[in-house]
């Protein structure tokens, strides 16, 4: 995260799963990326019951946990506060898929959460932060669209393994930048065509997938 630039001053945190095993691996929020070693990360069982570490896990912890529980494909999740991402999360806009760059990550726009009430944000926040994620992936398949913005606030990202959550991460931001120039240069620009879009989803996958895309 911090080699890529999605960290500044530390922000953000990742974890990936075992699923056999029903335990979450995360990064506690006292150590800095840059001093982190595996024997500093925190395991937690799926109710967020620390069962080895040091550390506190981070505080996203739960946010972690319903995603996975939602989205059971996924293996990795990475937050970050990386700021092209955490631009449109603030603006409460999803990032529309404006063309190939973006395409080749995301099958479609990227959603932003809607606003949490005050009663979420001061009851059970990281769970409701989660809640509010799944919410707006009704209708969206989490694979095809492996990102999420949660508004006010910052990204969520996620993949078939820790590795691939950060480097969607690092797409997710990276199309953002994109998106917001593309957006100055021309405000009523509309989404790419559907056609533009499968092409680069699907060139990225193979051929196989286009029966789902067919659909
Ligand atoms: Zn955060």
Same mark, same amino acid.
Request: glycine share 8%; aromatic share 10%.
């Given at each position: 995260?911090?080699?890529? /630039? ?5 922000? =953000? ?8 095993? =029903? ?29 080895? =570490?040091?550390? #506190?896990?981070?505080? +996203? ?14 293996? @990795? ?7 092209? /991402? ?5 603006? @409460? ?14 099958? @479609? ?14 009851? &059970? ?9 799944? &919410?707006?992936?009704? /209708? ?26 950060? #480097? ?8 953002? #930048? ?19 879009? +499968?092409?680069?989803?699907?060139? #990225?996958? /193979? ?6 895309? &067919?659909?």
């Amino acid at each position: 995260m911090p080699k890529l /630039g999605l960290a500044p001053l530390d922000w =953000g945190n990742v974890s990936g799963i075992d699923r056999t095993r =029903g335990l979450m691996v995360i990064k506690p929020g006292e150590i800095a990326f840059e001093e982190l070693s595996p024997e500093d990360m925190t395991v937690v069982d799926m109710a967020g019951i620390v069962v080895e =570490g040091y550390y #506190k896990p981070s505080a +996203d912890m739960l946010t972690h946990l319903r995603l996975y529980q939602a989205f059971e494909e996924i293996e @990795g999740i990475a937050h970050t506060h990386a700021a092209w /991402g955490t631009a449109f999360a603030q603006a @409460g806009h999803w990032i529309p898929a404006y063309g190939a760059t973006h395409a080749d990550f995301f099958h @479609g726009a990227v959603p932003c959460t809607r606003e949490l009430s005050d009663g979420e944000v001061f009851g &059970e926040y990281e769970q409701e932060t989660g809640n509010a994620i799944v &919410e707006a992936f009704c /209708g969206i398949d989490p694979l095809a669209v492996p990102a999420a913005l949660v508004y006010r606030h910052g990204a969520y990202a996620w993949g078939v393994s820790p590795a691939d959550a950060v #480097k969607n991460a690092y797409a997710l931001e990276e199309v953002a #930048k994109i998106a917001a120039y593309t957006r100055m240069l021309s405000p009523e620009l509309p989404q790419a065509s559907q056609a533009l879009l +499968d092409k680069h989803y699907l060139m #990225k996958r /193979g051929a196989n997938n286009m029966e789902n895309i &067919e659909e």
